[in-house]
C-alpha cells in the first residue's frame, strides 16, 4: 500500500511539472485548427542559442544532435531532453574554428559524425560518443557550398543551396552523383537546405524531408526521381517563435525573420516522429507527420 502510493504520488507530480511545461503548447496553440498533414504533438523549450544548421535524432543516444552556425560561434551540439519541464538542455559542446561557419552535420558511420562549413567548404570528422574534432577535409569541388546533410548508411546526402542532392561516399567522401530536385511540373527547386532522410515503412521507399531556405514549408523527396511529392506549411511553428520574441522583449523594433527561419529536421525512428526547429529559435517542435 505505502509503495502503491508512493507511486501514485509521483506520478502526480509528473503530470503536475509536465502541464506547467505545456504551457507554451497550451498558450499559442489552444485555438489553433488542426491539419490533416501534421499534429505538434509537444514543445520543448530550449534556454541556449543556436543558429540551427543541422539536426538529428541519434539512435544509439536516443538523443538530439546538432550543429549551429555564424563566424566566431559555430559549434556542435549534444543535447538531453529534461520531460518533466519539457526542455532540451545542452549538454556537450564543441566549438569550431572560429573562421568557420558551421553548416549541416550526420551520422557517417559507427563511429563519426561528418560536420559541414558553409563557403570554406570544410568537412569536420567528429567523434560520435564525445564530439570531439578528429580531422578535417576539404569538401569535393561538385558540392559549391556546404548547406545541409543527412545519410542512411550508404550515402551521405549533401545540399549546397542549388537544386542538387549530391550522393558522396562515406568511405571516401568523394561524390557519386547528383540528383536535380524538381517539382511536380518540373521545375528546378533550388535553395535546399537542411535534409532528414526518411524511409517510408508502409511501402520501403526512400525519402528526404528539406527545408526550403526562407520557406515556411517543407519538402518531401522521392529519392528515385527527385520530383517533391509533398510540402507541409509549418508556418505555424515559426508563428509561435515570433510571437514568443515579440512577447518577452516588448521593446524590440521588429522582427529578424531572415535570421530566424524554420531550419532543422530530425527523425526519430522508433517514435515515429520528427522533431522541427529554425535558426536561433526558442523552440523544439515534436510532431507527427502525415
Known amino acids: 500500500m505505502v509503495i502503491l502510493c508512493f507511486t501514485t504520488i509521483l506520478i502526480f507530480i509528473n503530470l503536475i511539472l509536465k502541464s506547467e511545461a505545456s504551457i507554451y503548447k497550451d498558450k499559442y496553440l489552444l485555438n489553433q485548427p488542426k491539419s490533416k498533414d501534421f499534429e505538434i504533438i509537444d514543445i520543448y523549450f530550449r534556454p541556449y542559442s543556436c543558429f540551427t544548421q543541422g539536426l538529428l535524432f ?25 520531460e518533466q519541464t519539457s526542455q532540451v538542455l545542452l549538454d556537450t559542446q564543441v566549438n569550431m574554428e572560429k573562421n568557420h561557419f558551421g553548416e549541416g552535420i550526420t551520422i557517417l558511420n559507427q563511429d563519426k559524425y561528418l560536420a559541414m562549413t558553409w563557403k570554406d567548404r570544410v568537412f569536420y570528422m567528429m567523434d560520435r560518443q564525445t564530439l570531439k574534432i578528429l580531422s578535417t577535409e576539404a569538401i569535393p569541388n561538385e558540392i559549391k557550398e556546404g548547406w545541409g546533410a ?17 550522393f558522396v561516399d562515406p568511405s571516401s567522401l568523394q561524390v557519386l552523383k547528383s540528383l536535380k530536385v524538381v517539382s511536380q511540373k518540373g521545375t528546378p527547386i533550388r535553395n535546399l537546405n537542411e535534409l532528414e532522410y526518411f524511409k517510408d515503412k508502409t511501402n520501403g521507399k526512400d525519402f528526404i524531408w528539406t527545408n526550403i531556405f526562407l520557406q515556411d514549408s517543407i519538402a518531401k523527396i522521392d529519392l528515385e526521381t527527385g520530383m517533391i511529392i509533398k510540402r507541409v506549411n509549418l508556418k505555424v511553428l515559426s508563428d509561435v517563435q515570433e510571437a514568443y520574441i515579440k512577447e518577452t522583449n516588448p521593446r524590440l523594433v521588429g522582427y529578424d525573420k531572415f535570421n530566424s527561419v524554420l531550419n532543422g529536421i530530425a527523425y526519430d525512428e522508433i517514435e515515429d516522429v520528427f522533431y522541427i526547429t529554425g ?6 517542435f515534436k510532431v507527427k507527420l502525415f
Open 279 to 284: 535558426k536561433r529559435w526558442s523552440f523544439i
Open 150 to 166: 543527412t545519410s542512411n548508411g550508404t550515402y551521405v546526402f549533401i545540399t549546397d543551396g542549388s537544386e542538387f542532392i549530391h
Open 58 to 82: 541519434d539512435q544509439s543516444r536516443r538523443q538530439l544532435t546538432e550543429s549551429c552556425g555564424w563566424q566566431g560561434d559555430s559549434k556542435a551540439l549534444f543535447t538531453k531532453f529534461d
